[in-house]
């Protein structure tokens, strides 16, 4: 197809699609002129894939190229592709944060308390920890305890998200399907569980 | 206690105090002098759910009042005070939204599948809504059937929320605890579910 097709089928301006061209992030289709070029299938599925990197995900344009690199060489190893896409960690090498010590402790407690095997590197330890601090230093009694029920909860949902991941073989696909499925559901989930509160309420209060 | 002790008790300054007493967010306290007044642990539990109003729920100064106005007026109803404080329907009388007609027909198929006894106003159903036609368009096929799973995790979830809220009786003190727990919570277990994932992930891949 031609790059105008390409732009209607895929929903990316035809000047998006060049400056991606120009940046390596999609790689050029078959030329058929000095100036025309034919693009496939995989060009389509590979630009939904970067506007989910960039659109959904909030990389930067580098990140995402970084991210691209890595699953494009031959790399389809699910675990790999889970962590690089989930930002377990970094495309391209580690660059450690590092710096700001601060205590992991009460995280460090649930995951061993679950016997979860989670990376060092796992950003949403750093997500809990603060979580912790902001309940406590705003008086309320709370610990990493308290998020154990929470946990199970959340083994339960990573099982139905992975169940949703087993179709595709293609990598790009199974890449755009994980990072489509944790990042969009997000906040369809928190609205379920305030949707489910309401009800709970009404069972309680009003049964 | 005086202003300043009031300041350092509740994180507040003196300044955003007496801001919020012109706006009559916070009672005045009792007047020991023409430019004293003595203020007591009422004021202190109040600031904090001003806070939490304001800086986790994202509420107007004038909005904060009128779930505070509502909440004060004797309101110990507890189904009312979680609907005021989450939102469910807005304080100081209905402004309905309206003109968009959008489907929301997955949302009730959902709500009426799980069997919940939800208000047409909670604004969650519109972010599920709209989570669906997202997906849709960037080519899923992913309708309310799929989310159904992920209801009953929902139901659950909502459950040990209400739990948590079984102690206080006072109604200030109930609201700031619905709050802290549903709002401030929402990231981490966001983040337990990435835990939960890689964990998953572990276990199947590296099994």
Excluded: C
């Excluded at 796992?122 to 305890?145: F, K």
């Excluded at 994980?178 to 309420?201: D, K």
């Amino acid at each position: 197809m031609r790059i105008s097709e390409l732009s209607r089928r895929s929903g990316v301006s035809t000047a998006t699609i060049k400056y991606y061209l120009r940046e390596g992030l999609l790689p050029p289709g078959r030329a058929t002129a000095a100036t025309q070029a034919e693009y496939g299938e995989s060009h389509v599925r590979r630009l939904r894939l970067i506007r989910a990197l960039i659109g959904v995900r909030g990389l930067t344009v580098s990140a995402a190229k970084d991210v691209l690199d890595t699953i494009s060489e031959g790399n389809s190893d699910t675990h790999e592709l889970l962590g690089l896409v989930f930002g377990v960690w970094p495309a391209g090498g580690g660059k450690d944060e590092g710096g700001e010590e601060e205590d992991h402790s009460g995280v460090t407690a649930l995951v061993s308390e679950m016997g979860w095997k989670v990376s060092e590197h796992n950003p949403a330890r750093q997500v809990i920890t603060q979580t912790l601090h902001t309940l406590r230093s705003l008086g309320m009694d709370y610990d990493w305890h308290d998020l154990v029920p929470y946990a199970e909860l959340a083994e339960k949902t990573a099982v139905l998200d992975l169940d949703q991941l087993q179709g595709p073989d293609d990598p790009l696909e199974k890449a755009e399907r994980a990072m489509l499925l944790t990042f969009l559901l997000e906040p369809a989930l928190l609205a379920l569980r305030r949707l489910a509160q309401e009800a709970e309420s009404t069972i309680r209060h009003r049964g």
